[in-house]
């Protein structure tokens, strides 16, 4: 499974609205609402793309989700607000979800989670959260584990998504950010995702931190 950073085409964007479709029934206004934010032209990584990936992670795993539902609703949400000089992305994301959600009848317990899994972006630490919080945090990250190439292709869609931030300064921040990753006893916290992509994630890591340095 790869992600790359080239507009989506669209087939693809159609296939997504089908799959909104059928997640949160005739919600047009809502679609656009999230159409319109995963295609803003400063996002490189965090678009559309990087949403049809999670959603094919989600249904491969499906089977291993209790609820499912909500673990789709997460993953359209999470990135909603994605403003790069702001650090309140998550804490906004989850508002926004919050009250598309109420505004779609969806039931409390189920965007109480998703607030949550949300949220738990922000540290990608899954603390007391479920096992599907668990799930959903892995499908974020397992752009990580990716084959070195599209590594390569995120972190130079990344960089792009902060090329506001002088060049020293980047690596200083990213550096901080890839050891931080490193230092994790694992990064994935189901069995699965950490068998099929823990060793990948940290020599994709490293490379990149080796060649900052």
């Not at 965090?46 to 997460?74: K, P, S």
Request: aromatic share 10%; with cysteine.
């Amino acid at each position: 499974m790869t992600v790359t950073t080239s507009q989506i085409s669209a087939a693809e964007q159609a296939a997504l609205q089908t799959a909104w479709q059928e997640l949160a029934g005739d919600a047009s206004v809502a679609w656009e609402t999230l159409r319109a934010a995963y295609s803003e032209p400063s996002r490189h990584y965090h678009n559309l793309r990087h949403i049809h990936a999670l959603l094919a992670w989600a249904a491969e795993y499906r089977a291993q989700l209790q609820d499912y539902t909500a673990v789709r609703f997460a993953i359209w949400y999470h990135d909603a607000v994605y403003v790069t000089k702001k650090n309140d992305n998550e804490e906004r994301s989850a508002a926004l979800a919050a009250r598309e959600l109420n505004r779609l009848n969806v039931a409390t317990v189920t965007s109480a989670a998703v607030e949550a899994m949300i949220l738990a972006t922000k540290t990608h630490q899954a603390g007391e959260l479920g096992d599907d919080a668990r799930w959903f945090l892995d499908f974020d990250l397992a752009i990580l584990g990716s084959a070195p190439e599209t590594y390569r292709t995120y972190c130079a869609a990344i960089r792009r998504e902060y090329q506001w931030v002088p060049g020293l300064l980047f690596r200083r921040k990213r550096r901080q950010v890839l050891e931080s990753f490193l230092q994790r006893k694992r990064l994935f916290f189901t069995d699965e995702m950490q068998a099929r992509l823990e060793a990948q994630a940290r020599r994709n890591l490293q490379d990149e931190l080796t060649q900052l340095n």
